[in-house]
């Protein structure tokens, strides 16, 4: 596409993405990039990114991030999986935790053969006793550090976050630019954007152009209009209300979902405040009666007037066109029901750093680049459907959602579990064995048959085996600190 050498990146936008963006790459290619970040103060960010998983903790460790000072700086608090609360019926609840379940006995069968066996002689208790971290959660208790025995995230201030990117990231060289974009310029043969042009006159030049403008996607779309795919027939949800309230407890290590007639609500609890939403759709639910159960439902005084936030799910038809990759919200949008966007993001940034087009932008890099996004896009696309198309409300949005078409690839996934509770994770696929298991379970799916390699294990020995793991969890949890020890000691922010 170009053989011009790339040394000089401009990305358009700060918040979340632009600055993970920015503290990525001048931590890995520092030396070898001119990296300038232009945003504007009078220009808000969406903010409510605040639940991560645990990829995050990896992505820091890359760039060399101090876990306890970045919690600090962040009001962060720990996250070991999420709360489904309403989903299938009222007053029903199930957990989606991080980290594995049981043990593996087999590379043949996973666990949840054997525990389904169990099942069938009338043993094993229930598939939550297996998981470390949602015992754990459920005790409300965390053990922190690299060498912690379970799998967590985070739940932060998004706001925070980009801040405290920002603080790493200049002093090691990016350059920020204040001012807003008036204009993008373009090359009149090629169609590549070769600069920026600021309401204040100043042009940035650059060779690699990152769109981190949220949803107005000013690069990508307002000017390359590179087309959006809308998964609107699947994700129906559009409208979402946040609002920040006063904390009135200890936070809880865990995000908690609850589904309510026309979407479902989130709560989000940080060190010093409470982070709080509710995702409705609007073709079932009006703005002002979604506001209104929001705030009738949150515990707390409001912090701030609650925003609402418009929104299309789907994503772009290329995250890379051009000289021009986008990120985060400006590369398209997932509901945040299972705390994606952050990870996306990283993700992304991952794979410029390692293909990185020092030489020039190749057609097939770029190819390469877009078919990884599109298929890591669509593998959480279909996770998500998966929370919505499986209930058993009798609401009208839940009734869509039930009786709507869902794509192929998840409708194999659903049967193929069906049959013979076969659930797998490819190499590119981000949600592992036991996420797809747990959430399958939790949305009422009960497999016809499982695999029989458990059946070569005696009943006896079977029921002492599964006796022994949860034994071992129960004793694991009774010696963690609580959340609230853990925080005050590792990252106690100041107030």
């Given at each position: 596409m170009t053989e011009k050498r790339i040394s000089r990146v401009v990305i358009a936008g700060g918040g979340t993405a632009g600055w993970i963006a920015a503290a990525a790459l001048v931590k890995q290619l520092g030396p070898l990039l001119d990296i300038t970040l232009v945003e504007s103060d009078e220009i808000g960010t969406v903010g409510v990114g605040e639940s991560t998983i645990p990829t995050s903790r990896r992505f820091h460790q890359l760039l060399g991030i101090d876990e306890p000072t970045f919690m600090r700086e962040t009001q962060a608090s720990f996250k070991l999986g999420i709360a489904f609360e309403n989903w299938t019926h009222e007053g029903d609840r199930y957990f989606h935790s991080f980290g594995q379940i049981g043990r593996q006995a087999s590379w043949m069968a996973d666990f949840h053969h054997f525990w389904l066996e169990a099942q069938k002689q009338g043993f094993g208790g229930?598939?939550?006793?297996?998981?470390l971290e949602l015992q754990a959660a459920e005790a409300e208790r965390v053990v922190a550090g690299p060498d912690a025995p379970v799998q967590y995230a985070y739940h932060l201030d998004a706001t925070l976050y980009a801040r405290f990117l920002r603080h790493l990231s200049e002093p090691a060289g990016v350059r920020r630019v204040e001012g807003k974009i008036s204009q993008v310029e373009q090359n009149a043969d090629t169609g590549f954007l070769t600069a920026l042009i600021l309401?204040?006159?100043?042009?940035?030049?650059?060779?690699?152009?990152?769109?981190?403008?949220?949803?107005?996607?000013?690069?990508?779309?307002?000017?390359?209009e590179t087309g959006f795919e809308d998964w609107g027939r699947w994700i129906s949800t559009d409208s979402a209300f946040a609002v920040q309230t006063e904390a009135v407890a200890?936070?809880?290590?865990y995000t908690r979902a609850i589904a309510h007639q026309a979407g479902w609500r989130w709560k989000i609890p940080?060190?010093?405040?409470?982070?709080?939403?509710?995702?409705?759709?609007?073709?079932?639910?009006?703005?002002?009666?979604?506001?209104q159960q929001l705030l009738d439902a949150v515990e707390g005084k409001p912090l701030i007037e609650p925003r609402l936030i418009r929104y299309r799910t789907g994503q772009r038809r290329k995250a890379w066109n051009k000289n021009c990759l986008a990120l985060g919200l400006a590369s398209g949008f997932i509901e945040p029901l299972e705390s994606t966007s952050i990870h996306l993001i990283k993700t992304a940034v991952t794979r410029l750093i390692q293909a990185f087009p020092f030489a020039g932008i190749g057609e097939a890099q770029v190819a390469r680049f877009n078919a990884q996004a599109r298929h890591e896009m669509e593998g959480v696309r279909d996770f998500i459907i998966l929370h919505y198309h499986l209930n058993s409300r009798d609401e009208p949005f839940w009734e869509r959602c039930r009786t709507m078409a869902i794509p192929d690839s998840l409708a194999a996934r659903i049967a193929l579990f069906q049959e013979g509770a076969q659930a797998y994770q490819a190499s590119d696929d981000l949600f592992r064995v036991d996420s797809w298991v747990q959430v399958l379970l939790g949305q009422g799916v009960k497999p016809r048959g499982h695999h029989q390699l458990a059946r070569l294990m005696p009943a006896g020995e079977l029921d002492r085996v599964l006796g022994e793991l949860r034994a071992g969890i129960s004793k694991a949890v009774r010696g963690m600190p609580l959340h609230a020890e853990t925080l005050a000691r590792y990252c106690r922010a100041s107030s």
């Open positions: 229930s598939l939550a006793e297996y998981s309401e204040s006159g100043e042009r940035v030049e650059g060779d690699l152009f990152l769109d981190c403008t949220g949803f107005r996607a000013l690069l990508i779309e307002q000017t390359l200890s936070p809880v290590p940080l060190q010093h405040r409470v982070g709080n939403g509710l995702v409705f759709c609007s073709d079932f639910l009006s703005p002002d009666a979604a506001r």
